[in-house]
């Protein structure tokens, strides 16, 4: 079992910055990597960034691209999004998520969510 606590969302204006944490707990050694999605009303959850424990490799949306970073801290089981330059269009619950195995940019590979914090952007 793996247990992931969000923190960090909220109300920005268009072109401000917000930084999303999610700590994990339990087995998290047999997680290979962690990744963000985000889900707006009426949308299907779709991916936005994915890092590897070990090798810190990075993946993003291209939505997303030179505007968001992923990061962690090993030691503190703790992965982090800084999000900048935020659009009206970045709206919605975002949900960090543990990948076990096959593809970091589906959701239906991910066996574990966190409950989802809300990130709206006023234009």
């Known amino acids: 079992q793996v247990q992931l606590v969000e923190s960090g969302g909220g109300l920005v204006q268009a072109g401000g910055s917000l930084r999303l944490s999610c700590a994990a707990s339990?087995?998290?050694?047999?997680?290979?990597?962690m990744g963000w999605f985000r889900q707006a009303p009426g949308k299907e959850r779709g991916f936005v960034a994915a890092?590897?424990?070990?090798?810190?490799?990075?993946y993003y949306a291209d939505s997303v691209k030179g505007r968001f970073t992923i990061s962690r801290d090993n030691a503190k089981n703790t992965v982090y999004l800084q999000m900048n330059s935020l659009k009206p269009e970045d709206t919605a619950v975002y949900y960090c998520?543990?990948?076990?195995?096959?593809?970091?940019?589906?959701?239906?590979?991910?066996?574990?969510w966190g409950q989802g914090t809300q990130v709206t952007v006023s234009s």
């Open positions: 998520a543990a990948h076990l195995g096959g593809s970091v940019y589906s959701n239906h590979d991910y066996s574990y």
């Open positions: 890092i590897s424990w070990n090798s810190g490799r990075t």
């Open positions: 339990g087995r998290t050694f047999s997680s290979y990597a």
